[in-house]
């Protein structure tokens, strides 16, 4: 079973709706500065298509970006992380959280479980 592409059914190519994502999130600029950085390439979106972008494929980059870190990472020799055990409690129950988090203090990878 092949994958469907989360793209299929807009008009712009991936590589822009990627650039104008990620120039939001990396940059400390507004919707409307990468709205105009866009325009000056000879993009012509809106803001409020950056906004939808950014709420549909943010968190489809994120967890590529995590996936690579992660691979980066592994390639060092005295890479190094840990695993944190939280409780929280999620509709009046108390579940434990489990994170694995790395040197800088990067989430890595979390799960919920309601038993040990």
């Given at each position: 079973m092949t994958k469907r592409s989360p793209f299929?059914?807009?008009k712009t190519s991936p590589e822009i709706i990627r650039l104008a994502v990620m120039l939001y999130v990396r940059f400390p600029l507004s919707l409307r500065n990468v709205e105009d950085l866009l325009h000056e390439r000879g993009i012509e979106i809106s803001h409020e298509t950056v906004r939808f972008?950014?709420?549909r494929f943010g968190p489809i980059f994120a967890v590529e970006i995590r996936k690579k870190?992660?691979?980066q990472?592994?390639?060092y020799s005295n890479w190094q992380w840990h695993l944190d055990e939280v409780f929280v409690k999620i509709n009046?129950?108390?579940h434990h959280l489990?994170?694995?988090v790395d040197r800088e203090g990067e989430v890595l990878?979390?799960?919920?479980?309601?038993?040990r």
């Open positions: 299929r059914y807009f972008w950014w709420n870190r992660v691979q990472m592994r390639a009046g129950e108390t489990w994170r694995a990878e979390s799960y919920v479980t309601k038993r």
